[in-house]
């Protein structure tokens, strides 16, 4: 028996972290209420005390506690990000997960005992760009760029001694992560700065001519006629129009599952599997949960098991393999 | 530190044919008022090889004319052929490259290079340490407000760039828009990216412009002028201005952005002409502003 | 229906009995939802303290399958819940559409309101930002109507649990099977509520009359 794939699944707040750990995660993802975190929601993630709680829970169950330290820190303004790295240390928490390279020094600096995974916003796609965290930083993760087929995590593995973590559900970028601009572009918020893509505050959905019309900033994303599923405002996954042609161009409102690859990534070296949807809430992980930690388990014993009944969790109630296959490129 | 105004023309992100890119490069060499040009394929490297014998001609033709020379990488390296060729560059001392991934920076810590706009640089500890690896010149990515370019200028020991002209590199994918869109695979594109030599534009559902798709690159529909904020641009300690090739005059782009530079044109009176010069686009100054950044602020 | 005109809401025990409920003033139900509101604060004090980030927000919950609509103000100056039958009187920040157990399940956490909205069930309209807030807010704690409400209102629950009670809980089992609806749901509030034996028998009444017309309309979809 191989050793089962780490399930890293996400909370937004700490009624999600125990719904997460009963259900059988491995390690809870989260962040604190502020800019520092790419799922900076209203309403959303963990205050100081919150987290302080949240670790000795799931410490006293075998648990560990990763935080999203994941946004590009502010020019003049970098004490918010340092603080949280500093009190993300003074909780106990496991790793912290940074994309940052001036973050990331600072970790190194003042809190080098604690463990730093590289997040997915630092868009890390190859070999040479890891060892350089590795060699610089320290890092002992790196969550992959979701732009990388199975066959090129393979690859990856054998030249690189380091965790690897991946995506395997839940929301789908299909922009290279932490270099998109689109959504500050027509909201003036940025993720990579202010930690939130398409922000509620600027969604607007009407009833008009008998569709669902969404809006982000003021453009049209999107029209759902009636009975459509319906998916993200994100603009990623808006209809547009070119040559007089109406479609998705940039990517179909869809979900990532992979689960049906988790043997393949257990074979391609992987060592982490982890869930999107910090902002999704517990109703979607007592769903989700306990479906992957039986399939991991099942892939640790060699067997393998098909995933169902999770398409209507999904955005646009449709899913997708994503990047993972070729096919998607 | 340099305190002389500079223009930089940027890399062409352009599936152009290779003899309009050898036509449009001997044009900027004889009579663009440029100081530097950055030449290399920066989004796909697979057009690369239709006009890389082009490139020994086109940088010797623009360094005869006096202009500096910078070979600009790859914004989004994916493979290790592509690292391979990174990492080729980088072992040639005599070239001046500018870094626009991380795996990039790995291949030039240590020597001499510059920082290009796809490199995250948001704050000054991220732009000690580059500066610490042997960059010594940062082109800031284009979603920063002037707030945070004051304090990086204030706090930088090397000169900083910014784009001031054309439209701004907003994303990029491992998928690519154009195989999409004509229902190719990637991998068997037909390079129909060339189609579209401005990038192919995008619109909303209601008609609205909204962005421009350049193979695996999403660009805004808007081009960007920083035209009115040379001067506060100059004041804050940016020396450095970047133009990104469209498909328009761009000698004509060049010498209206030096004669505001020089105090010999009004800005406005240079907005004017540079709308002229554009054709029908809209044009946007938003993110400097600290907004959105399809938005244009009038000076 | 009052409200959601462009919706169809779904053929449902709760649209049965909103129909039957249509002759009482839902005004009736203000003094108990106050009461719960009180309860929630006191129970789930961090809901509030998340909602904290919006000015004196006022949502309309509107169940697509009831006559009535609700107004919940939950800030710290005036918090308020009550009924409301016409939306045009007031400028709710935000309207969130749903029916009537899904809006409970999403109280409870046990809906995912994502899922909802890309299915269409769920509606919101106005404020998105003030929505997320609220269901992060909500998602943030456990609740659990039967214990938090009922547990606490202890004898006075008795009229709430009558109306409240028999959608959030009794429904919920009954789904939609019209004879175990009338059979199991009806009786033992008649034998709890003795003093309001009329007019239940009135609803019951109304609800057979409701229920053959139903049968007529559309058998196939209610009887398999």
Excluded at chain 1, 278 to 299: F, H, N, T
Excluded at chain 2, 37 to 53: A, D, H, M, Q, T
Excluded at chain 3, 132 to 153: E, K, P, T
Aim: aromatic residues 8%; glycine residues 8%.
């Amino acid at each position: 028996m191989n050793s089962p794939l780490e399930i890293v699944c996400p909370a937004g707040t700490p009624a999600a972290l125990k719904v997460g750990i009963d259900a059988g995660a491995d390690s809870i993802y989260l962040g604190f209420r502020d800019e520092t975190n790419a799922r900076n929601f209203p309403g959303l993630n963990f205050s100081r005390s919150e987290l302080s709680e949240a670790v000795r829970f799931t410490h006293d169950r075998g648990r560990k506690v990763l935080v999203a330290i994941n946004t590009y820190a502010t020019a003049g303004n970098m004490i918010a990000w340092f603080r949280a790295v500093d009190d993300a240390a003074a909780c106990g928490v496991d790793a912290i997960i940074v994309a940052d390279i001036g973050v990331l020094e600072y970790a190194v600096k003042h809190q080098p005992q604690l463990r730093r995974h590289l997040s997915v916003q630092a868009s890390a796609s190859t070999a040479q760009a890891i060892k350089f965290y590795q060699q610089e930083f320290g890092i002992s993760r790196v969550v992959l760029p979701r732009v990388l087929t199975v066959g090129e995590i393979t690859e990856l593995n054998q030249e690189i001694n380091i965790e690897t973590e991946v995506f395997i559900f839940g929301g789908l970028c299909p922009m290279a992560e932490g270099r998109c601009s689109l959504s500050s572009y027509i909201t003036g918020i940025s993720p990579n700065k202010e930690g939130v893509c398409s922000p509620a505050s600027h969604v607007r959905y009407s009833e008009e001519g008998g569709q669902l019309i969404s809006r982000l900033g003021g453009y049209i994303i999107n029209a759902f006629k009636a009975g459509e599923a319906a998916g993200y405002p994100t603009l990623c996954k808006g209809r547009f129009v070119t040559g007089g042609k109406a479609s998705y161009l940039f990517e179909d409102p869809t979900s990532l599952n992979a689960l049906d690859l988790i043997p393949a990534l257990m074979e391609a070296g992987v060592c982490a599997i982890k869930i999107e949807g910090r902002q999704r809430g517990k109703a979607y992980l007592s769903k989700l949960i306990p479906e992957i930690r039986s399939m991991v388990d099942a892939a640790a014993k060699g067997d393998m098991m098909p995933s169902s009944g999770l398409e209507m969790i999904a955005e646009g109630q449709r899913q997708t393999a994503g990047v993972y296959k070729k096919s998607w490129k | 530190m340099e305190t002389t105004s500079k223009l930089t023309l940027g890399p062409v992100f352009f599936n152009w044919a290779p003899e309009k890119l050898r036509d449009f490069y001997f044009r900027i060499a004889d009579q663009a008022p440029v100081d530097t040009v950055c030449l290399g394929e920066v989004i796909c490297s697979k057009r690369l090889p239709f006009y890389e014998g082009l490139i020994p001609d086109i940088a010797e033709r623009l360094e005869a004319s006096g202009k500096e020379v910078i070979f600009s990488t790859l914004a989004l390296v994916m493979n290790e052929r592509e690292v391979s060729a990174i990492y080729a560059l980088s072992q040639k001392p005599e070239f001046y490259i500018e870094a626009n991934d991380t795996s990039a920076i790995s291949c030039l810590k240590g020597r001499r290079f510059a920082v290009g706009p796809f490199i995250n640089v948001y704050n000054e500890a991220t732009m000690d340490y580059l500066i610490g690896c042997g960059a010594d010149r940062i082109c800031l990515t284009c979603e920063l407000p002037s707030r945070s370019i004051r304090i990086l200028a204030e706090h930088s020991t090397v000169p900083l760039e910014l784009q001031v002209f054309g439209r701004m590199p907003l994303a990029l994918s491992a998928r690519c828009y154009h195989a999409r869109l004509h229902s190719l695979h990637k991998d068997g594109c037909q390079f129909v990216c060339d189609q579209d030599p401005d990038g192919r534009s995008v619109e909303t559902l209601e008609g609205d412009g909204f962005l421009t798709i350049n193979g695996i690159q999403t660009m805004s529909h808007s081009y960007v002028s920083l035209l009115a904020e040379l001067r506060e641009l100059q004041d804050i300690g940016v020396y450095r201005f970047r133009l990104s090739p469209q498909d328009v005059d761009m000698v004509g782009v060049a010498q209206i952005f030096r004669q505001v530079l020089d105090h010999r044109l009004d800005p406005g009176e240079g907005q004017n002409q540079l709308e002229t010069l554009s054709g029908n686009v809209a044009f946007s100054n938003g993110f400097y502003h600290g907004g959105e950044g399809c938005h244009y602020i009038n000076p | 229906m009052t409200f959601s005109k462009q919706f169809s809401p779904p053929f449902s025990p709760v649209l049965l009995l909103g129909l039957a409920l249509r002759p009482l003033p839902p005004a009736l139900l203000n003094p108990l939802l106050g009461r719960a509101l009180v309860i929630m604060r006191n129970r789930h004090p961090e809901i509030f303290e998340r909602l904290a980030e919006l000015d004196d927000p006022v949502f309309l919950i509107d169940p697509i399958d009831l006559p009535f609509a609700f107004l919940l103000r939950p800030g710290p100056k005036h918090p308020s819940l009550r009924t409301i039958s016409d939306p045009s009187k007031v400028k709710p920040v935000a309207t969130i559409r749903s029916s009537f157990l899904q809006l409970i399940g999403l109280l409870e956490g046990k809906c995912d309101g994502d899922a909802l909205a890309f299915s269409r069930d769920l509606v919101i309209e106005g404020d998105t930002e003030a929505v997320l807030i609220l269901r992060n807010a909500i998602d943030a704690s456990d609740i659990n109507l039967m214990d938090d409400i009922f547990g606490s209102l202890g004898l006075f629950a008795k009229p709430l649990q009558a109306s409240v009670g028999i959608m959030g809980r009794i429904f919920n089992r009954l789904d939609d099977d019209l004879e175990v609806f009338r059979n199991a749901a009806f009786r033992p509030i008649q034998q709890k509520t003795a003093a309001q034996g009329d007019e239940f028998k009135s609803l019951q009444g109304r609800v057979h009359d409701l229920e053959k017309t139903a049968k007529t309309r559309s058998g196939r979809e209610i009887i398999s």
